[in-house]
């Protein structure tokens, strides 16, 4: 069983920067694959980026590629998404979630856990 809870999230300008962070607890934490999906008003939820147990396998959505950076830090039990260059189409609520796998995975489907969300505005 793992619990997410993201943080991080709230307003800012285009161009600017955010950083979320998603800290879990449950000791199978450190063996899982994770995932930032985000969900706009209207819309599906979209595959934003993935990383494995080890924090290799790193893999990022098309229209976040070069912009944002997923890391973790299994000793805090903590993944993190650092968004830059932000513009109006990056506001959404952002999701961690985890899953029953060494692996990361684009497809929601594949994760088991997911945390409550955190809202990203960004304002042009």
């Known amino acids: 069983q793992v619990q997410l809870v993201e943080s991080g999230g709230g307003s800012v300008q285009a161009g600017g920067s955010l950083r979320l962070s998603c800290a879990g607890s449950?000791?199978?934490?450190?063996?899982?694959?994770m995932g930032w999906f985000r969900q706009a008003p209207g819309k599906e939820r979209e595959f934003v980026a993935t990383?494995?147990?080890?924090?290799?396998?790193?893999y990022y959505g098309d229209s976040v590629k070069g912009r944002f950076i997923i890391s973790r830090d299994n000793a805090k039990n903590t993944v993190y998404l650092q968004m830059n260059s932000l513009n109006s189409e990056d506001t959404a609520v952002y999701y961690c979630?985890?899953?029953?796998?060494?692996?990361?995975?684009?497809?929601?489907?594949?994760?088991?856990?997911w945390g409550q969300g955190t809202q990203v505005t960004v304002s042009s």
């Open positions: 979630a985890a899953r029953s796998s060494v692996f990361g995975s684009s497809s929601p489907k594949d994760y088991n856990y």
């Open positions: 449950g000791r199978t934490f450190s063996n899982a694959g």
């Open positions: 990383i494995g147990w080890r924090g290799g396998g790193t």
